[in-house]
């Protein structure tokens, strides 16, 4: 078990070998904001999610209507095509299950970014990674599941777009954490506390 001293710094060593990183690395240390960053970044991610298909739905709505596209009545239950539709439609119903939808994310960036500025990461692009990578996996795990009902091919189809709106919609749910929370700031502070 590793026992810290005064200042954060780990018993038995010298602090100046160590990092910055780890040298703000104490039992005392408090990063704000978190939770309410969490909050507000699920919130976010779900609306997102929402606007996103619903622009999606309006650009395929437009294509059917000019004849670039055949309308859903023209064409077969299932295909690449159809996949697409059904998450970008699937994702519309994002924001109706708000209580599903939220804890869901709050969770998953909770267990991924949210646990970053109190392991001392304060670069920018591990966040923006990973809540793009966490957006992909939670809505295109969902669209795929109800695409592949219909056929393998809808099912893909639907996995690609339902992951291309998750991974947009995280990045911008990971900007907005780090607005909020402001993690490099937080972490700098520490690092100064100790001197």
């Given at each position: 078990?590793?026992?810290?001293?005064?200042?954060?710094?780990?018993?038995g060593?010298d602090?100046?070998?160590?990092?910055?990183?780890?040298?703000?690395?104490?039992p005392?240390?408090?990063?704000?904001?978190?939770?309410?960053?969490?909050?507000?970044s699920?919130?976010?991610?779900?609306?997102?999610?929402?606007?996103?298909?619903?622009?999606l739905?309006?650009?395929f709505?437009?294509?059917?209507?000019?004849?670039?596209?055949?309308?859903?009545?023209?064409?077969?239950?299932?295909?690449?095509?159809?996949g697409?539709?059904?998450?970008?439609?699937?994702?519309?119903?994002?924001?109706?299950?708000?209580?599903?939808?939220?804890?869901?994310?709050?969770?998953?960036?909770?267990?991924?970014?949210g646990?970053?500025?109190?392991?001392?990461?304060?670069?920018?692009?591990?966040?923006?990674?990973?809540?793009?990578?966490w957006?992909?996996?939670?809505?295109?795990?969902?669209?795929?599941?109800f695409?592949?009902?219909?056929?393998?091919?809808?099912?893909?189809?639907?996995?690609?777009?339902?992951?291309c709106?998750?991974?947009?919609?995280?990045?911008?749910?990971?900007?907005?954490?780090?607005?909020?929370?402001?993690?490099?700031?937080?972490?700098?502070?520490?690092?100064?506390s100790v001197?």
């Amino acid at each position: 078990m590793t026992e810290f001293g005064p200042n954060g710094a780990v018993a038995g060593t010298d602090s100046s070998a160590l990092p910055a990183d780890y040298r703000a690395l104490g039992p005392n240390r408090k990063i704000r904001r978190v939770k309410l960053g969490l909050f507000l970044s699920s919130l976010a991610a779900c609306l997102g999610v929402t606007l996103i298909g619903l622009f999606l739905t309006f650009v395929f709505g437009v294509l059917e209507g000019v004849g670039l596209l055949p309308t859903m009545f023209d064409r077969p239950n299932s295909g690449f095509v159809m996949g697409i539709q059904m998450a970008a439609m699937m994702s519309l119903f994002n924001f109706i299950l708000f209580f599903v939808t939220v804890p869901a994310a709050w969770l998953a960036m909770g267990l991924s970014i949210g646990r970053f500025p109190h392991q001392g990461i304060s670069a920018r692009a591990p966040y923006l990674r990973w809540a793009s990578i966490w957006g992909a996996l939670l809505v295109g795990g969902t669209t795929s599941g109800f695409g592949v009902t219909a056929s393998l091919l809808t099912g893909l189809g639907a996995a690609l777009t339902g992951a291309c709106i998750g991974a947009l919609a995280g990045l911008v749910c990971g900007l907005l954490f780090l607005a909020i929370v402001k993690p490099a700031e937080q972490l700098h502070q520490a690092d100064i506390s100790v001197f």
